[in-house]
């Protein structure tokens, strides 16, 4: 990860459908960028439908950049010969947010242990290698809320760090919550500590 961690690297869109053969055994890999495990068990409950005969269907998933949490899955086959070598060609690439899956239809000659891996790295390595891999901003998010009186001080502070307004709630009082790259995270704070009418409350990563 570059820049002291305010990068990270993820898939920018789906690969799906990557066919690996070895010794008869039919090894299909699929790649998606995501940001929960919500997701990751969408995608998940949808290749089983897709795949119900198959014989396995094993993934690895990583999300987070600071404390990345992440899980492999061998679904059956023997233990770390699926998910750890999925898991590793993630890592390989220095991906987060990103889940893989392989799905494996049986083919009638037994590969051993070290053929397993073999197959499920190569198949996941493969995927991935098709991706388009983009390096996004990590941002933080923040809720600002100020009297009217302050708008105009808080819209210069926001245009001249170039920040992303979210959401703006008008009531009472004006709320707006903003992205703020991790990059430009001090510079934010200073600039804010010295309007002490206005409530900076941080909403975490993204």
Same mark, same amino acid.
């Given at each position: 990860?570059?820049?002291?961690?305010?990068?990270?690297?993820?898939?920018?869109?789906?690969?799906?459908?990557?066919?690996?053969?070895?010794?008869?055994?039919?090894?299909?890999?699929?790649?998606?960028?995501?940001?929960?495990?919500?997701?990751?068990?969408?995608?998940?409950?949808?290749?089983?439908?897709?795949?119900?005969?198959?014989?396995?269907?094993?993934?690895?998933?990583?999300?987070?950049?600071?404390?990345?949490?992440?899980?492999?899955?061998?679904?059956? &086959?023997?233990?770390?010969?699926?998910? !750890? %070598?999925?898991?590793?060609?993630?890592?390989? +690439? *220095?991906?987060? @947010?990103?889940?893989?899956?392989?799905?494996?239809?049986?083919?009638?000659?037994?590969?051993?242990?070290?053929?397993?891996?073999?197959?499920?790295?190569?198949?996941?390595?493969?995927?991935?290698?098709?991706?388009?891999?983009?390096?996004?901003?990590?941002?933080?998010?923040?809720?600002?809320?100020?009297?009217?009186?302050?708008?105009?001080?808080?819209?210069?502070?926001?245009?001249?760090?170039?920040?992303?307004?979210?959401?703006?709630?008008?009531?009472? &009082?004006?709320?707006?919550?903003?992205? !703020? %790259?991790?990059?430009?995270?001090?510079?934010? +704070? *200073?600039?804010? @500590?010295?309007?002490?009418?206005?409530?900076?409350?941080?909403?975490?990563?993204?």
């Amino acid at each position: 990860m570059s820049d002291e961690l305010s990068t990270y690297r993820t898939l920018k869109a789906p690969v799906e459908h990557i066919i690996f053969k070895e010794r008869k055994s039919k090894f299909i890999g699929y790649a998606y960028p995501v940001q929960s495990q919500e997701e990751i068990k969408t995608h998940l409950s949808r290749l089983k439908g897709l795949f119900a005969d198959a014989t396995h269907i094993c993934y690895a998933w990583k999300i987070g950049v600071k404390d990345p949490i992440y899980r492999v899955q061998d679904d059956g &086959e023997p233990r770390n010969s699926a998910g !750890v %070598p999925i898991y590793g060609q993630i890592n390989s +690439l *220095e991906l987060t @947010n990103t889940s893989v899956f392989v799905v494996r239809y049986f083919g009638g000659v037994k590969l051993g242990v070290g053929g397993l891996i073999s197959a499920y790295k190569a198949t996941a390595r493969t995927t991935l290698e098709l991706a388009d891999i983009e390096e996004r901003t990590i941002s933080c998010r923040y809720s600002l809320v100020f009297d009217y009186t302050q708008m105009n001080t808080v819209l210069r502070i926001i245009a001249r760090l170039q920040l992303n307004i979210l959401e703006r709630i008008l009531k009472e &009082e004006a709320m707006f919550i903003i992205e !703020v %790259p991790l990059a430009k995270k001090f510079r934010f +704070l *200073e600039a804010m @500590n010295k309007h002490y009418t206005v409530k900076v409350t941080e909403l975490g990563d993204h």
